[in-house]
């Protein structure tokens, strides 16, 4: 019979065979369930997936460095900017639904730095997103529509569910 770190391995359960000892022995001390033991041995490996697709999906993104919630300066928004950004954050029903939003204002203001905190906040919750510039898109599309690949390209961008085209006011 192939040992229980074989199998473990086999089915791409890292996060059992990482944390399998150390499971076991608080088991046997704080007597757990079999159930109890298992679903704390899911709990680890559904997280290290959960970051693992987190991280996956950001670098595919493409979003600017630095860019985030966490570093936006919310206070220098007027109050109802405020407000309609704190409502996008917290629910995404607009991506769900395709709705568009346009960040619209002079140069400077934090429209790209809105866009990448609500990419990271939408990929957070299970959204593919990609990011692109205004130029660097129309060069792609160009370049496909040369290659004779324009309809590979654009069902490679088919499968995310937002697109954020940055920087469309550069576009010559």
């Given at each position: 019979?192939?040992?229980?770190?074989?199998?473990?391995?086999?089915?791409?359960?890292?996060?059992f065979?990482l944390?399998?000892?150390?499971?076991?022995?608080?088991?046997?001390?704080?007597?757990?369930?079999h159930?109890d033991?298992?679903?704390?041995?899911?709990?680890?490996?559904?997280?290290?997936?959960?970051?693992?697709?987190?991280?996956?999906w950001t670098?595919?993104?493409?979003?600017?460095?630095g860019?985030?919630?966490?570093?936006?300066?919310?206070?220098?928004?007027p109050?109802?900017?405020?407000?309609?950004?704190?409502?996008?954050?917290?629910?995404?029903?607009?991506?769900?639904?395709?709705?568009?939003?346009?960040?619209?204002?002079?140069?400077?203001?934090?429209?790209?730095?809105?866009?990448?905190?609500?990419?990271?906040?939408?990929?957070?919750?299970?959204?593919?997103?990609?990011?692109?510039?205004?130029?660097?898109?129309?060069?792609?599309?160009?370049?496909?529509?040369?290659?004779?690949?324009?309809?590979a390209?654009?069902?490679?961008?088919?499968?995310?569910?937002v697109?954020?085209?940055d920087?469309?006011?550069?576009?010559?």
């Amino acid at each position: 019979m192939l040992s229980l770190q074989i199998m473990l391995k086999e089915l791409k359960l890292a996060c059992f065979s990482l944390h399998l000892e150390a499971f076991q022995q608080q088991a046997i001390d704080q007597t757990w369930s079999h159930t109890d033991f298992l679903a704390k041995l899911c709990e680890q490996e559904l997280a290290r997936r959960f970051q693992a697709r987190i991280l996956k999906w950001t670098r595919e993104a493409k979003l600017p460095a630095g860019k985030s919630f966490a570093s936006l300066k919310m206070e220098h928004l007027p109050k109802s900017v405020k407000h309609r950004v704190l409502q996008l954050k917290d629910n995404h029903q607009w991506a769900l639904q395709a709705d568009n939003i346009l960040l619209i204002g002079l140069a400077g203001v934090g429209k790209s730095h809105l866009a990448a905190a609500l990419s990271h906040q939408l990929i957070q919750s299970g959204v593919l997103v990609k990011w692109l510039t205004a130029t660097a898109l129309v060069q792609q599309l160009q370049q496909a529509k040369q290659e004779l690949a324009l309809m590979a390209y654009m069902t490679r961008l088919d499968k995310y569910r937002v697109i954020v085209i940055d920087d469309i006011g550069y576009v010559k």
